[in-house]
């Protein structure tokens, strides 16, 4: 499973910074690829960030591009999001994720595993 671990979600204000953190247990993340997905209220969880382990891409759409970034701590087995510049938009449930399914990682909701969601609310 992913559990949330660390600085995970809360209150930061418009400009700032907030690091995301899911700890897996039970299987080793090194071999999963892995991403990060977040869902507003009446929206679509949609995803903001993925890597892919056979080749270390990541993905990341426009909205988020340039502040966001994901990484992965093997030796802890633990994925980060790493969000800078945070704007009111970006306030959200943020999900981690993962699969074992090999290839390029996706956006979409391709992952057998999920985190629980951490809120992260934007505003002054």
């Known amino acids: 499973q992913l559990q949330r671990v660390e600085s995970g979600g809360g209150l930061v204000q418009p400009g700032g910074s907030m690091r995301l953190s899911c700890a897996a247990s039970?299987?080793?993340?090194?071999?999963?690829?892995v991403a990060w997905f977040r869902q507003a209220p009446g929206n679509e969880r949609d995803g903001v960030s993925c890597l892919s382990r056979s080749n270390r891409s990541t993905n990341y759409p426009d909205s988020v591009k340039g502040r966001f970034n994901i990484s992965a701590d093997d030796r802890k087995n633990t994925v980060y999001l790493q969000m800078d510049s945070l704007k009111p938009e970006d306030t959200a449930i943020y999900y981690c994720?993962?699969?074992?399914?090999?290839?390029?990682?996706?956006?979409?909701?391709?992952?057998?595993?999920w985190g629980q969601g951490a809120q992260v609310t934007v505003s002054s």
């Open positions: 039970g299987f080793a993340l090194a071999t999963f690829n």
């Open positions: 994720a993962a699969t074992d399914r090999p290839g390029a990682c996706a956006l979409a909701p391709r992952y057998e595993l």
